[in-house]
């Protein structure tokens, strides 16, 4: 099972999947300033967040590929990882 799978296993579990997907698509430009964001409070979120969780936000930050993959597992869709 892939980080990305779990991810969205934990959001469908809690029963945030919907506003999930809502929110990642909204911030979908918002990439860049989120990856720089990320490595500059990875000190503060990672004891916080704990280092697996901490390890999959910006894992699915930082990789373009992974974040559709959440997205569409989120919303249903299929996307071609071709594109």
């Known amino acids: 099972m892939e980080r990305s799978d779990s991810v969205a296993d934990e959001l469908e579990r809690r029963g945030v999947a919907a506003p999930a997907a809502l929110l990642m ?20 979120l990672s004891p916080l967040l704990g280092t697996r969780r901490f390890g ?10 992974v974040y559709d993959r959440i997205a569409a597992r989120l919303t249903g869709e299929r996307r071609d990882p071709s594109r």
């Open 25 to 44: 698509e909204a911030h979908r430009p918002l990439l860049p300033l989120l990856r720089q964001g990320i490595i500059f409070l990875g000190p503060l």
């Open 56 to 65: 999959m936000l910006r894992e699915a930050l930082e990789d373009p590929a």
